[in-house]
């Protein structure tokens, strides 16, 4: 890459001002395929891609594969998702891979090179990264995100009921000090930095309860939980008051439940968009 690459926050804020908050997610479960008619295979989830790829390429801000979906399927599965990728990238759309990847900072630096570095098979434009071996540990994804237009979404308090002993442990609680860790990391950016944070829909109050100054994060908030966990887009108006225009939704059995047709996925995928403008932006 030539000269300062345009850098995440900005790429994704003005993809979200074309396209609205929703951000499509790929988890290829093995029902899913089935009701698509599909086979559970290499074979099934490239043709599960495309349709979804024809359904929404170029029409949402982010697409976000399950990287989990295709590793069970092996080399096959990746060979897919390697594939996936470079489709989003020719469709102009923005990926986030869920990868939930997190480790020493030696080690960092290798899934940091998978992931983020330019040309790799395997390169998205975001990931998602667990900050439980400490937020310092994490500086080479966040180092070569910067230098190579990516980013990072960091988990701070995610979706589902069983990390809440986790996550809300301690005074300050563990996701307070993992925010205030990514506030740093984000200094200085104007609106929003390379790091963002997952924050689930489903969390309702407790970003208040535990005093966590998503404001001040200055990252894009990754929000799922919308649909199948339960969520609607009330939820994200009244836990996200004071973030909205910063908040994407990933949102996958929600819509791909609407499939295989790619026309009633693409016609799910705007009535919910449409729907979180009306509820998070007006
Ligand atoms: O806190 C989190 C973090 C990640 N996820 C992932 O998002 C999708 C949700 O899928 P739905 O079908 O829309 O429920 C899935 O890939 C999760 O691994 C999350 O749900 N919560």
């Avoid at 030696?106 to 940091?112: C, E, H, I, L, Q």
């Amino acid at each position: 890459m030539s000269g300062d690459p345009v850098r995440l926050g900005p790429r994704l804020v003005a993809a979200m001002q074309t396209h609205g908050p929703l951000c499509v997610g790929v988890d290829p479960h093995p029902e899913l395929l089935q009701r698509w008619g599909l086979p559970d295979s290499g074979e099934g989830l490239a043709r599960f891609c495309d349709i979804v790829l024809e359904a929404v390429g170029g029409r949402v801000a982010a697409v976000k594969p399950q990287s989990a979906f295709f590793e069970r399927h092996g080399a096959a599965g990746v060979a897919v998702l390697e594939r996936l990728l470079a489709d989003l990238r020719s469709a102009g759309t923005i990926s986030v891979l869920d990868v939930k990847r997190g480790d020493i900072g030696s080690t960092m630096g290798a899934y940091a090179e998978a992931y983020l570095g330019e040309g790799a098979p395997l390169a998205a434009d975001a990931i998602t990264v667990t900050p439980y071996l400490g937020v310092g540990a994490l500086a080479p994804a966040v180092e070569l995100a910067g230098a190579s237009g990516r980013g990072i979404f960091v988990l701070v308090l995610t979706s589902n009921p069983e990390a809440a002993p986790v996550q809300h442990a301690g005074e300050p609680s563990v996701a307070r000090t993992v925010l205030e860790e990514v506030a740093r990391l984000n200094a200085g950016a104007e609106v929003t930095g390379d790091v963002g944070i997952v924050v689930g829909a489903t969390v309702g109050d407790w970003p208040r309860r535990l005093g966590l100054d998503l404001v001040g994060a200055h990252g894009i908030v990754l929000a799922p939980g919308v649909g199948a966990q339960g969520a609607t887009a009330q939820d994200l108006a009244t836990t996200f008051a004071g973030v909205e225009r910063r908040v994407l939704v990933p949102v996958s059995r929600g819509i791909l439940g609407t499939g295989p047709g790619p026309e009633r996925i693409r016609e799910a995928a705007l009535q919910l968009t449409a729907e979180l403008t009306a509820k998070l932006w007006t």
